[in-house]
């Protein structure tokens, strides 16, 4: 190793998307067709040089490199180390058709898997392994980016996922043998990074950086060992740069003594999630030779840093590591590029607001204020603290005590509801919404931008939703939905509606491949100043005597998918948005709606990665969501949606929501999910029919032979029959035969 230069001031990761989605243009352009490699190879260049010059000019020690990707950055590891499954390697497709390929699948060729990061919403490619796997350096990728910022003048930082955990997030593939898992390939895959580390060193890098958050969560002893056993290997090569490995998405824990006892030069703590490692890293006399990252700058949530709080827990590790540097608690590519473009925005809002331009800069003043000590205040910040508004919700959650659940046995209901509804066995619905075609999403655009007045659109909406009120009572379904026509996005929608959340026009972030997501911002204290869906749901109503179905998200997935205040906990905030969308049901339920679903789809996303979060975890969000439903009369029937079809740790969470029917995901599994949830939810079941992710339209057959299945694990009193989720996003004409189709095949099988 030569003489290295300290690593200064630092982020873990940047945004990629460009902070007008130059990304996703370029390559959905080049996917259509529409133009040609080099102009899709020019725009991301164009994109890493922006990027690499203004975190250099903006005053970092270390600019990170290889952050660029043109879809996931666990692809692009599989790539590198040559993880490129057998149906995708005889395609004899190259570069970034290879790449595409694998990330989308093409004719006849399913795509990898794609599941979310950890607990964010972003989504990586499940790399697929066997014990045949040969890694090798495939796609020297992160040495080609070196080179290309060397050759725009910046130093950088390449950052590559850790050898471990690539493996902990890659799955034995199909038809690998009994008992092989990924971790098994350690050995060879070091190999193969080591080698890239030499490349790295040869070509000028001094610092690599090594991404490990698979050990925020809880790991066995096995996987321990194979942490320290990965950068006791990597560390002894003598031709590589300085290592920093970097630990986020909470405290890394028994994973911190390992790293502290092995050859590696820096360590980065996540140290806005969680203060843990800060108390154990004390007890480390190891750190004295390395660096620490501070990471004090949340890289995931959007609020400016508080600087007392931040330099606070910095300065504590001063006298444990060698060396200190601040830095944000994970990749800034989990938030928007830049606030300040932002012009809707309440001034009082704005000013709390920090994204991933604005954190470099707090990273950067940060650490001049912990070298130098703060001479002036100017570019201190401090948090407000929770407001007099806060408390109204406390109050009101006292007077409602704890009987705000008043619902009646499960018997109560099932009698009270099937005298009400008088619905037949295995009755069919869907899931909400039906397809939007550019019509509608035109209209809402116009509407919002004000070009549409609200009579004009009402009438527009509304004649939609007689239109689909109009299908489904020809297709003959037992239970209707509006189709969800007004809504652009299921939690949008609400944060639009609801005091407390502010919208962005710019503030994009990757959700997956090229698609973004603008996550609401909850600011303040959640109430419903006006109902939002009532009007909606009742016009609807009116126009049959079947049983519409009202249509809430619920309060987990409005705060999974939003940026959260951190100045309260959670549960907290869960139970204010719970109130507000419980004035809801209580409205929805006056003007009549019989039936009201609450949409939870991500209770599972945001379960704690550590097991010993979970159960206060679930505590609260069960209880946000009985708040939202426990108003309502015992002949009211409540639905809940959730989308996926694994459930394992929620499983009884899901039977704690008391809801009297829960839809879920089940066609692709083939009614798998029935082993588990068959028996722990004891009310009604809606096991999907019909895959909703694909355009194919599924044979009255097929679905009957699904819901015979099904019938094996749920009575048929208690069976609904409907697809997997909502139908926004397929075709009409497909959609209809479909559901054609399910509602023949849940006639056959009465
Ligand atoms: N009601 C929503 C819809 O049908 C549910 C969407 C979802 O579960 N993601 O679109
Ligand atoms: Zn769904």
């Excluded at 790293?259 to 360590?267: D, F, K, R």
């Excluded at 201190?380 to 007099?388: C, H, I, L, Q, V």
Aim: aromatic share 6%; with cysteine.
């Amino acid at each position: 190793m030569t003489e290295t230069a300290p690593l200064g001031p630092t982020v873990l990761g940047y945004p990629r998307i460009g902070p007008k989605r130059e990304l996703k243009r370029a390559v959905e352009s080049y996917w259509a067709g529409k133009s040609d490699l080099d102009a899709l190879r020019h725009a991301a260049a164009e994109l890493r040089r922006t990027t690499w010059t203004e975190l250099s000019e903006a005053g970092l020690g270390s600019v990170p490199g290889n952050t660029f990707s043109y879809y996931d950055q666990v692809l692009d590891a599989a790539l590198t180390v040559g993880a490129v499954p057998d149906r995708f390697a005889e395609l004899n497709l190259r570069d970034e058709d290879l790449l595409f390929a694998m990330a989308r699948g093409t004719e006849g060729v399913p795509a990898m898997e794609l599941t979310k990061f950890f607990d964010t919403n972003y989504h990586y490619l499940v790399p697929e392994l066997g014990p045949d796997t040969n890694f090798e350096l495939f796609d020297r990728k992160p040495v080609r980016e070196y080179l290309e910022a060397v050759g725009v003048g910046v130093q950088t930082r390449p950052v590559l996922l850790g050898p471990v955990t690539f493996l902990l997030l890659a799955k034995a593939r199909a038809g690998a043998p009994d008992g092989f898992v990924p971790l098994d390939l350690l050995d060879p895959l070091l190999e193969v990074y080591g080698q890239l580390l030499g490349e790295l060193g040869a070509a000028g890098a001094q610092w690599v950086q090594l991404d490990e958050p698979a050990f925020a969560a809880d790991r066995t002893e096995e996987e321990l060992a194979a942490l320290d056993r990965a950068y006791r290997y990597l560390g002894q090569l003598t031709e590589r740069p300085r290592l920093l490995v970097a630990g986020y998405f909470g405290n890394i824990g028994p994973a911190l003594p390992v790293l502290a006892a092995g050859p590696v030069e820096a360590i980065a703590l996540d140290l806005v999630t969680n203060q843990s490692d800060l108390d154990a890293a004390a007890g480390l006399p190891q750190l004295r030779d390395k660096t620490l990252v501070a990471g004090v700058v949340d890289g995931r949530n959007i609020w400016r840093t508080d600087t007392d709080t931040a330099l606070a827990r910095a300065a504590t590790l001063l006298g444990v590591a060698g060396r200190v540097e601040i830095g944000t608690s994970c990749s800034l590519l989990h938030v928007p590029y830049d606030v300040t473009v932002e012009t809707g925005l309440d001034p009082d809002v704005a000013r709390r607001l920090a994204f991933a331009k604005q954190k470099v800069a707090e990273v950067v003043s940060l650490s001049r204020a912990l070298r130098e000590g703060r001479t002036d205040g100017t570019e201190s910040y401090t948090k407000p603290g929770r407001t007099a508004a806060d408390d109204r919700t406390s109050a009101r959650l006292e007077r409602l005590g704890t009987d705000h659940y008043r619902r009646g046995t499960a018997q109560q209901r099932i009698a009270a509801q099937q005298e009400r509804l008088r619905l037949g066995p295995i009755p069919t619905t869907t899931i909400g919404s039906f397809p939007q075609n550019s019509q509608i999403r035109a209209d809402r655009a116009a509407h919002h931008a004000g070009t549409l007045d609200d009579a004009e659109y009402e009438r527009r909406m509304r004649a939609e939703i007689e239109r689909v009120v109009r299908l489904q009572e020809e297709i003959g379904l037992d239970v209707l939905v509006h189709g969800e026509a007004e809504r652009n996005d299921m939690v949008q929608y609400f944060a639009e509606h609801l005091d407390g959340f502010a919208t962005t026009d710019l503030g994009w972030v990757q959700s997956y491949g090229s698609r973004c997501v603008r996550p609401p911002i909850l600011y303040g204290e959640v109430s419903r100043p006006e109902p939002i869906t009532v009007a909606w749901s009742t016009f609807a109503q009116g126009l049959t005597d079947r049983p519409m179905k009202a249509m809430l998200t619920g309060p987990v997935t409005i705060l999974a998918w939003s940026f959260v205040r951190d100045d309260q906990p959670l549960g907290v905030t869960a139970r204010q948005v719970g109130l507000a969308l419980r004035d809801e049901v209580h409205d929805l339920e006056a003007a009549g709606l019989r039936i009201i679903q609450v949409d939870e789809p991500a209770l599972r996303e945001l379960l704690p990665l550590r097991e010993a979060d979970r159960p206060a975890y679930l505590d609260w969000s069960i209880d946000a969501f009985r708040l939202v439903t426990g108003g309502v009369a015992d002949s009211t029937q409540i639905h809940t949606h959730l989308c996926y079809s694994e459930f394992g740790a929620v499983v009884d969470a899901i039977d704690a929501l008391d809801a009297d029917v829960t839809t879920v995901e089940a066609a692709r599994s083939k009614m798998e999910v029935l082993d588990d949830l068959g028996n722990a939810v004891k009310r009604g079941l809606g096991p999907g029919v019909y895959d909703v992710h694909s355009p194919d339209v599924p044979e009255a057959g097929e679905i009957s032979d699904l819901l015979r299945a099904a019938v094996k694990s749920v009575p048929r009193e208690r069976l609904w029959a409907n697809p997997d989720c909502g139908l926004k996003t397929r075709g009409e004409r497909e959609v209809v035969a479909a559901l054609r189709n399910l509602v023949a095949a849940a006639k056959a099988v009465r």
